[in-house]
Each structure stands twice: as structure tokens, then as C-alpha cells.
């Protein structure tokens, strides 16, 4: 792997242990609650560029969603200016990440490519190092510019007063339609036209996140994850695995049990109704345990949020000419992209 380091994701031991508990107070909800606006305004940028669009046959939101996303973490992060759905850029850098998710996935099935040496030397190799690079200066540029910010000592003041804490800040200072239609109407009652939306809101989405929640089990955005063991394991069975050994769990075969849930190929949001008996570990969109994702409150806030206000401004209905192909990378991807057609409403 080219890079300068392990993150949170790939570090373990004591180590592991030090950075989660340093980064855990860049998520408590105190630090969130102030997001929900930042969220909506990076959401309203994209909508009005739809608006823009819409008379297409078809629009492709896979890479506007992108940039929405990197648009709110640059502004949540890293107190990032401006609009990065609006630089070109930032377009270069959603390449890049996709360069390096294809290229990581294609090298672990070939067995030549995991020497490194080898590995550089190929066509592949090249491109996922010129990917990294592009990732890196785009990532490095912003910590550095925030770090010169943080000499300045009225800046410092500044930042020990803010109501929140961007995460950098934390580490450097220590049936379609129909389902559609009633998640709408739960939206509308509860934001009206959409022009403010807080952190209470977000709690009352009810059914909006049931469905939200059956879209994360089919499609589960990360489709395993793997383990090295650190010590022998006996499973309930009686059988057992010895230390040292790589222990895949497929959450993709996990959300589609039918012996976890009935039906599983079937959309039905009434699975993650309040009170809704199942098992703690039979929903794993962001892992479980320990090393469960650090960022899964802050993406469900920002699923709720996109959701809400897409809602309220478009109704949104597939391309049945252009019908997503599922494609399990690093994270699941269509290899075709996600095509739907637009309505304004009102």
C-alpha cells in the first residue's frame, strides 16, 4: 500500500485504543447537534443544481451525491470555505477515491500484484499511486492551512469559544412510491417547507428512518469486514479457530439471511419499527463492537437530512431504461451509476 500511515480504520492494540478515545469527543452529540445546518445548506447546494438540470431525460446523482458528501465533511472537518460542489478540484479528488477503491479491490484478486515493488512497476500500480498522491495533497493542503490558522492566537481564542468543535480542530487541540410519498408527508409535517431544519427534527423522523434503515440492510454500503484474530476462538458449536487466523463477516449475507430476515430480498421498513424484536447484531450497516464505525451517528444525520429536503423539493423515480448494477468495491457502487428521474414539485 502506498501512504504515510495507519488511520483509525487500520490500527490496532493500544494504539487503536489511544486515537478512538481521542476522536470519540469529536462525535458526541453536543458536537453534532450544530451540523444538521451545515448538512442542509451542502444538501440545498445540490438540489439547486438539480433544479438546473432537470430537464434531462435522466439525471446521474451518484457523483452529485459525492460531492455533497465531501462538501459537508470539508466544511464539518476541516471549517473548509466555500463550496466544493462548486470547484473543479474537488471533482479531481472524487476521481481520485474512485481510482483507488476499483484499483485496491482489482490488486487483492491478483496474487502478483501484492508485492509492492512488483505491484509499482505495473500500469495499475502507477495510476493507484498517482491517485494517492492527488488524495493526500488534496487532505495534506487542508491540515496544513488549518494548522497555520491554529498559531494564531486570536485564532485559537476564536476556537476555544465556538459552540462546536470541527473534528480537525478536536485532533489538532488535543412499494416506491408509496413509501416515498408517506415519508414525505411525515417530512412536511414536521419541516414544512423545508427552510429550517435542526437536530430535534431529526428524532422525529420516525418512519423516514425505518426506511432509511431497509435501504442500508439491502444495500448495505460496506459489504464485510475482516479480522486478524489475536487469540484462539470457540464458537457456541464447539468449533474453533487458532490466533492468526483472517476472519471475513459478510454483512451483505448477514442483511440477506432469511433465517435473520423473512424475506429478505423484500423493501419493508416495518422490520425497524420502534419495538421491533430482533438481535443487536442482526443490523450491522456500520460494524458492531469496539470498532464499529466512529462517523455512523454523523452519517445517519446526514442521510436524514439529504433525504428530508430532496423530499420536499423533487419526486424522484427510477430509469427503468438504466437500472443500477450493484458492484461491491471497497464500499457497494452501481457499475453503471444511479439514474432517476426528477419532478419539481410544487
Given at each position: 500500500?502506498?501512504?504515510?500511515?495507519?488511520?483509525?480504520?487500520?490500527?490496532?492494540?493500544?494504539?487503536?485504543?489511544?486515537?478512538?478515545?481521542?476522536?470519540?469527543?469529536?462525535?458526541?452529540?453536543?458536537?453534532?447537534?450544530?451540523?444538521?445546518?451545515?448538512?442542509?445548506?451542502s444538501v440545498r447546494?445540490?438540489?439547486?443544481?438539480?433544479?438546473?438540470?432537470?430537464?434531462?431525460?435522466?439525471?446521474?446523482?451518484?457523483?452529485?451525491?459525492?460531492?455533497?458528501?465531501?462538501?459537508?465533511?470539508?466544511?464539518?472537518?476541516?471549517?473548509?470555505?466555500?463550496?466544493?460542489?462548486?470547484?473543479?478540484?474537488?471533482?479531481?479528488?472524487?476521481?481520485?477515491?474512485?481510482?483507488?477503491?476499483?484499483?485496491?479491490?482489482?490488486?487483492?484478486?491478483?496474487?502478483?500484484?501484492?508485492?509492492?515493488?512488483?505491484?509499482?512497476?505495473?500500469?495499475?500500480?502507477?495510476?493507484?499511486?498517482h491517485a494517492c498522491?492527488?488524495?493526500?495533497?488534496?487532505?495534506?493542503?487542508?491540515?496544513?492551512?488549518?494548522?497555520?490558522?491554529?498559531?494564531?492566537?486570536?485564532?485559537?481564542?476564536?476556537?476555544?469559544?465556538?459552540?462546536?468543535?470541527?473534528?480537525?480542530?478536536?485532533?489538532?487541540?488535543?412499494?416506491?412510491?408509496m413509501w416515498w410519498?408517506?415519508?414525505?408527508?411525515?417530512?412536511?409535517?414536521?419541516?414544512?417547507?423545508?427552510?429550517?431544519?435542526?437536530?430535534?427534527?431529526?428524532?422525529?423522523?420516525?418512519?423516514?428512518?425505518?426506511?432509511?434503515?431497509?435501504?442500508?440492510?439491502?444495500?448495505?454500503?460496506?459489504?464485510?469486514?475482516?479480522?486478524?484474530?489475536?487469540?484462539?476462538?470457540?464458537?457456541?458449536?464447539?468449533?474453533?479457530?487458532?490466533?492468526?487466523?483472517?476472519?471475513?463477516?459478510?454483512?451483505?449475507?448477514?442483511?440477506?439471511?432469511?433465517?435473520?430476515?423473512?424475506?429478505?430480498?423484500?423493501?419493508?421498513?416495518?422490520?425497524?419499527?420502534?419495538?421491533?424484536?430482533?438481535?443487536?447484531?442482526?443490523?450491522?450497516?456500520?460494524?458492531?463492537?469496539?470498532?464499529?464505525?466512529?462517523?455512523?451517528?454523523?452519517?445517519?444525520?446526514?442521510?436524514?437530512?439529504?433525504?428530508?429536503?430532496?423530499?420536499?423539493?423533487?419526486?424522484?423515480?427510477?430509469?427503468?431504461?438504466?437500472?443500477?448494477?450493484?458492484?461491491?468495491?471497497?464500499?457497494?457502487?452501481?457499475?453503471?451509476?444511479?439514474?432517476?428521474?426528477?419532478?419539481?414539485?410544487?
Open positions: 500500500m502506498y501512504g504515510s500511515g495507519y488511520g483509525l480504520l487500520l490500527l490496532n492494540g493500544e494504539t487503536w485504543f489511544q486515537h478512538r478515545r481521542m476522536l470519540t469527543p469529536a462525535f458526541h452529540y453536543d458536537i453534532l447537534k450544530p451540523y444538521v445546518g451545515i448538512m442542509a445548506d447546494v445540490m438540489l439547486d443544481k438539480w433544479e438546473q438540470l432537470i430537464g434531462q431525460n435522466s439525471l446521474e446523482i451518484f457523483q452529485h451525491v459525492s460531492l455533497m458528501t465531501l462538501d459537508t465533511i470539508m466544511k464539518c472537518a476541516f471549517s473548509h470555505q466555500g463550496s466544493v460542489q462548486q470547484e473543479r478540484n474537488s471533482k479531481s479528488y472524487i476521481q481520485a477515491v474512485g481510482d483507488m477503491n476499483y484499483l485496491f479491490f482489482s490488486r487483492v484478486r491478483n496474487v502478483f500484484h501484492q508485492n509492492d515493488t512488483i505491484y509499482r512497476l505495473t500500469s495499475d500500480g502507477r495510476l493507484f499511486h498522491q492527488l488524495a493526500h495533497e488534496h487532505t495534506d493542503q487542508v491540515i496544513r492551512q488549518r494548522k497555520a490558522q491554529l498559531q494564531n492566537e486570536r485564532e485559537l481564542e476564536k476556537i476555544r469559544k465556538k459552540r462546536h468543535l470541527d473534528f480537525l480542530d478536536i485532533l489538532l487541540c488535543a412499494k416506491v412510491s410519498q408517506k415519508c414525505r408527508e411525515e417530512v412536511q409535517s414536521l419541516l414544512g417547507d423545508g427552510a429550517s431544519i435542526t437536530w430535534d427534527h431529526l428524532d422525529q423522523m420516525t418512519y423516514t428512518t425505518m426506511c432509511i434503515k431497509e435501504a442500508l440492510r439491502i444495500y448495505s454500503p460496506v459489504a464485510g469486514v475482516s479480522r486478524d484474530l489475536s487469540k484462539p476462538i470457540t464458537f457456541p458449536d464447539g468449533r474453533s479457530l487458532p490466533k492468526g487466523i483472517m476472519v471475513t463477516l459478510s454483512i451483505y449475507g448477514l442483511h440477506h439471511n432469511p433465517k435473520v430476515w423473512p424475506n429478505p430480498e423484500v423493501f419493508d421498513p416495518s422490520r425497524f419499527a420502534p419495538g421491533s424484536p430482533r438481535h443487536s447484531h442482526s443490523f450491522l450497516p456500520f460494524s458492531g463492537g469496539s470498532r464499529n464505525c466512529i462517523g455512523k451517528q454523523f452519517a445517519m444525520n446526514e442521510l436524514k437530512v439529504a433525504v428530508a429536503l430532496t423530499l420536499l423539493r423533487f419526486e424522484l423515480l427510477p430509469d427503468p431504461t438504466r437500472v443500477p448494477v450493484p458492484m461491491a468495491l471497497i464500499v457497494l457502487k452501481s457499475k453503471n451509476g444511479i439514474h432517476l428521474h426528477l419532478r419539481k414539485l410544487q
